[in-house]
């Protein structure tokens, strides 16, 4: 049985920026897009409804052609939100091309619980590629309609770059429940969820797939991998969440851009593909070398390893007492929110106190090594607060 982890760090580093105020409507932030009228992109694509909140104002959401109005949204929220702020940005849209695409005003609605009516907060306005930010006076949500009501003049398009509703938590987020078999875009998957560790397989033209993480309040971040007869080995990162009615909704990302949606409804027919609850790290070693343990969890700007990150180091002890003549490199990664300096000196701290803890459970030292990289390996775009989150993680890899 493992004690609760008491790693203390040595050394206070570089101070850490102002921490960002959170949005409700961010993925990361345990937010479902639920439904949404059309849009002129499709999935995570150019102008998709996506954009319209993943924290990137690089790119934003279009209306489909010849629907400049009526654009109309509904986010359901992890749990209850005091919303003080609301942003809207059309900076960075194509008022070049299409003048008056910028949107000009945007109502917004709230429900206070999941089915409840909409109360309207009021219509808000914006210029054209410009950025407006109105108090919301502590409005409380759970659900969130936004109607978007007209433009600067353009007929036939509207745009909006980003969305932003900033605010803290009122309630304690729901435990996630992941588990089950899913009809995805890519093949029937089965989640099996053990406390906050996930694992699982999926059928997609592939000899064999899977899919190993941990949940994080309302989301779970997992690591895929196909083991392709024709191409090889493919991997990379994905994030899930169940929306209230079921349905699994997520994104994937492979060579650390975004890559699609990851979807599907639950289902009675689990795929051929057997999940393995153990073994899955040391297969991962074994096909690239290198595995992403999304189960070791620290606090914001901390290199304590807090104490549900127990199942993921023991799974790592264990896999290393199959091989014993393995030798890991424990890599701290970082998103970009920070200075260098910090992330740096924050990822080589986290690193080396995974190192620690390894050590006083009985790995010798000398099959260990430990390397903070910062942000100088991302396996997601840093532009939006999911892909952010991807980067925030221990790695290991095989030294040769």
């Excluded at 695409?101 to 619980?113: H, P, Q």
């Excluded at 949606?261 to 609850?277: A, E, F, I, N, Y």
Aim: charged share 20%.
């Amino acid at each position: 049985m493992l004690t609760a982890l008491t790693l203390l760090s040595l050394t206070a580093g570089p101070a850490a920026p102002k921490a960002e105020r959170l949005d409700a409507l961010d993925f990361d932030n345990g937010a479902i897009l639920v439904s949404e009228s059309g849009s002129y992109g499709s999935e995570v694509g150019g102008w998709s409804a996506w954009n319209l909140a993943d924290g990137d104002p690089l790119l934003g959401w279009c209306s489909a052609d010849g629907a400049p109005t009526g654009g109309t949204f509904v986010w359901d929220l992890d749990t209850t939100w005091q919303l003080d702020t609301f942003v809207i940005s059309t900076e960075n849209v194509q008022e070049d091309g299409y003048p008056g695409i910028s949107a000009n005003t945007v109502d917004l609605f709230v429900s206070e619980r999941e089915g409840a009516a909409f109360t309207k907060v009021g219509s808000f306005n914006v210029g054209r590629l410009a950025k407006a930010s109105s108090p919301l006076k502590g409005i409380k949500a759970k659900q969130v309609k936004l109607v978007v009501t007209s433009n600067h003049g353009n007929a036939q398009y509207t745009e909006i770059a980003e969305v932003d509703l900033l605010g803290s938590r009122l309630g304690t987020v729901p435990p996630i429940q992941l588990g089950g078999d899913f009809a995805t875009n890519y093949g029937a998957l089965k989640i099996i969820q053990d406390g906050t560790s996930i694992y699982g397989c999926y059928d997609y033209a592939a000899k064999s797939s899977l899919i190993w993480g941990s949940v994080e309040g309302r989301i779970a971040r997992v690591t895929w991998q196909e083991d392709n007869a024709e191409s090889g080995v493919r991997e990379g990162t994905a994030t899930f969440a169940v929306r209230a009615d079921g349905q699994l909704w997520g994104v994937w990302y492979e060579h650390g851009q975004l890559a699609g949606l990851w979807t599907g409804p639950k289902s009675d027919t689990p795929p051929v593909c057997t999940p393995q609850k153990r073994g899955t790290l040391s297969r991962l070693l074994k096909t690239s070398g290198r595995a992403v343990l999304y189960g070791i969890h620290f606090a914001s700007a901390s290199d304590v390893p807090l104490t549900n990150s127990g199942p993921a180091l023991e799974e790592l002890v264990a896999a290393m007492k199959e091989d014993p003549s393995v030798r890991l490199l424990i890599e701290g990664h970082t998103d970009s929110t920070n200075t260098d300096a910090f992330n740096l000196d924050l990822s080589q701290r986290r690193s080396k106190a995974v190192v620690d803890w390894l050590t006083k459970h009985g790995v010798d030292p000398k099959r260990l090594e430990a390397k903070g990289f910062g942000r100088a390996r991302p396996v997601a775009d840093n532009a939006s607060a999911q892909g952010r989150a991807l980067n925030r993680r221990v790695e290991v890899s095989v030294l040769r």
